[in-house]
């Protein structure tokens, strides 16, 4: 029996606040100098430190108070692994970040730290930046589902990698599962020795 | 089927097939450092699990550590306690660290290599980017997040789907003057800072064939910066040649039926790639980077973009990047002048690395205006240096003469850029702030930058 590492990711309804820029990288999300922790914790706070310093970055606005998700452009994650860019971002309370294509690296972090990657073309990105400039802009992300909607009609399907749907919708203990493969590994290493 | 190199290697590693693309696979050695495992040694710990494969296992400190005087206690408590625990950690699993004071420390990615440790056909894994390094030598090398470091200790595996292939031909030669860097430059340029996410990229073409061994390593370190999953290079008798005698590679016997081994990895005649991309390198001149993405990018000769010449997103981008490097559109390259010159990291601070910035250095001296510096990539690639006296050469020129580190490349320890400081830089990553808050980076070849240091301003190192 595999037991779960963390809250199973289904569907969510958030708020949602827009950061249209491409080629956003982990330097950015947290920077070097929050890295010297040995902790998985206290990485919320310096959530794009320098960025935060100017009072009209997207994230500072008081309609992004309380936003769960997170839209952007494309090539989200870039640079480097740093796991503690997820961590940040989900410290910070970010539970899904919609954009039209995220870094490798950092899609497979999010789907081992219960935050959805989810894909949807430039056009649904940019639709939804424009929805949410008012203030008040929800969204539910439903992840069996695969498909995003609001209370104005907006829907479309994203895509998500499906291995990690899997991760997150069981909220699996992915060790756990791999130690139950321990006679194929070890018959592996057999083989290699 | 006919299979490519990056074929061949995924085929041998799967452990177990898990669905149709995804795979658990058999990792053959993982490279850790201190700051991407001390959460992942944490979970093992709190779930009671052991490292599987400590043998499999080698650790080094190279992010976080000072690379002046290093007779004294370290300054900063905080990168202190990062060290010890991964110090404190090795021992308690039985992991192999080439600590601070070790003459083996140094940068992961220069270190795996120089030792043999890294070599064809493998599968190699470590918690940070550049792992692509390693490529090089026909291995499937690729960087992971903690959560996959706790996993590959535990387990020795990584579950991955298997990434799309993409061969990224290079034909013709590169004129003197022009060398790895400025290859890779031009190649992420091309097919942009996402080009190649989702794939391997494989580089082949006489270009390719023509490099060095440390020439290769140059080139696939930054096949994350075009968003790759890894890069590689089919293992040749160049890659035999660097690996023949290291300390980690078989001998005698064995050495002879591993080369055989290695000889079988290459792609068959007709293997085919799911995507191509191709670039002459006679039309490569020496590369810089005028924004805050590696792929804003520029032969030296060029000038500033402008802007106004782009569309939507991309035009948005290239403003804030111009805004934020304090760069006008249309100002010629060469001239834009210099604070700074950082010659080190894993792209650019090998031996070779330092030999072909000190033909340049020889006889001349850094400009009034410019503080430089050497990061070695390793102790041993120091220690050689120092052999052949190139350390000299640097001090004479009025180079600072450092030890390994990852240094200023990201700015972890004390070496940084001040705000509005315009660095010279061999590293591999110019975002915003990257080497110090406000700081801004032109990414070029260790000759652009030492030809650089010495003119005080952005300068064409052919001719020199």
Known sequence: MVSSARRPFVRHRGRVVALPRQDVDTDQIIPKQFLKAVDRTGFGANLFFDWRADPNFELNRPSARGATILVTGPNFGCGSSREHAVWALAEYG??????????????????RNGVLPARLSAAEVETLTRNSAGDQYELVVDLEQQVVTDDRGFEAWFTADPYGRELLLRGLDEIGRTLLEEPSIAAYERRHA | MTRTLFDHIWDAHVVQQLTDDVALLYVDLHLIHEVTSPQAFAGLRREGRGVRRPDRTLATVDHNVPTGERSLPIADTVAARQLDALGSNAREFGIELFDLDSPGQGIVHV???????????????????????????????????????????????????????????????????????????????????????????????????????????????????????????????????????????????????????????????????????TLDAATIGPQVTWGTTPAMVADITARVPDPA???????????????????????PLQGIPIDRVFLGS???????????????????????????????????????????????????????????????????????????????????????????????????????????????????????
Not at chain 2, 135 to 157: D, K, P, R, Y
Not at chain 2, 253 to 269: A, C, F, G, I, Y
Not at chain 2, 309 to 331: C, F, I, K, S
Not at chain 2, 437 to 449: D, E, K, N, V
């Open chain 2, 309 to 331: 010449r782009l569309a939507g997103a991309e035009r948005r981008a290239a403003e804030r990047a111009l805004e934020y490097m304090g760069l006008a559109p249309g100002t």
């Open chain 1, 94 to 111: 970010f539970q899904a970040i919609i954009a039209p294509s995220f870094a490798d690296i950092f899609a497979s972090n999010c789907y």
């Open chain 2, 111 to 277: 270190i795996g290599p120089e030792l043999g440790a890294t070599q064809p056909g493998m599968l190699i894994v470590c918690g940070d980017s550049h792992t692509s390094t390693h490529g090089a030598f026909g291995a499937f090398a690729l960087g992971i997040g903690t959560s996959e470091v706790e996993h590959v200790l535990a387990t020795q595996c990584v579950v991955l789907a298997k990434p799309r292939n993409l061969e990224a031909r290079i034909s013709g030669s590169l004129e003197p003057g022009v060398g790895a860097k400025d290859l890779i430059l031009a190649l992420i340029g091309k097919i942009g800072t996402a080009g190649a996410t989702g794939h391997v990229i494989e580089y082949t073409g006489t270009a390719v064939q023509a490099l060095s061994m440390e020439e290769r390593m140059t080139v696939c370190n930054m096949s994350i910066e075009a968003g790759a999953r890894a890069g590689m290079v089919a293992p040749d008798d160049v890659t035999f040649e660097y690996l023949k005698g290291r300390p980690r590679v078989p001998k005698g016997d064995s050495w002879t039926k591993n080369v055989e081994q290695w000889r079988e990895l290459p792609s068959e005649p007709g293997a085919r790639y799911d995507t191509q991309v």
């Open chain 2, 346 to 464: 894993c792209t650019n601070a090998r031996i070779e690395d330092l030999r072909a910035a000190a033909t340049v250095l020889r006889g001349r001296h850094v400009a009034s205006r410019v503080r430089a510096m050497v990061v070695p990539g390793s102790q041993r690639v120091k220690a050689q240096a120092e052999r052949e006296g190139l350390d000299q050469v640097f001090r004479d020129a009025g180079f600072e003469w450092r030890n390994a580190g990852c240094s200023m490349c990201l700015g972890m320890n004390a070496d940084v850029l001040g705000a509005g400081e315009r660095c010279a830089a061999t590293s591999n990553r110019n975002f915003e702030g990257r080497q110090g808050r406000g700081g801004r980076t032109h990414l070029m070849s260790p000759m652009m930058a030492a030809a650089a240091a010495i003119e005080g301003h952005l300068v064409d190192v052919r001719g020199w």
